[in-house]
């Protein structure tokens, strides 16, 4: 074998190359053997190419590699053939249809509970998200009673949705 027969450069350098790759796969979010197999292709040019990369640049390629890696999975969708939503494509217009539509019966069933927890849940949930020293303001009761009706309130809207869907 000469010095310049990639089978020897691959004999030598395979076991480093395997350590390096299982240490920098996880933090690129791919798996050590595609990342040794892409740096695999990268040394392997650098070779044909007429420079011949030593041990000492092993870690810079593995590197290099991953960056390029977690790049590319930013960037990269994958296909689903199924035809569902894609990942970080955020909900789909059924998808928050139904979402409003449940908001609209929830608050349809809040304002059919008794006393005062219609005002206390609507106002618990307000798109504006008031603290609870606001809401007792708003409402002219005091702090420290607010949890406690809260949770009668949601005990009994927990009861009345109940009794709706066990008899539809």
Known sequence: MT???PSDLLTRLR?????ECAAEAPAAGVDAADLEQA??????SEHR???RPPAARLRAAVRAEARRARRRSRR????????GPQPGAGPGVEQAVLAAEARRQLLAAVRRLPGPCPVLLGALLSPRDPTYREIAGELGISQGSLGPTRSRCLGCLRRMLMAEIAAP
């Open 3 to 5: 010095p310049s027969d």
């Open 49 to 51: 190419a007429g420079t």
């Open 15 to 19: 076991p480093l190359l395997a350590a």
């Open 39 to 44: 740096v695999w292709v990268r040394l392997l």
């Open 76 to 83: 990269e969708i994958p296909y689903d053939p199924t035809g």
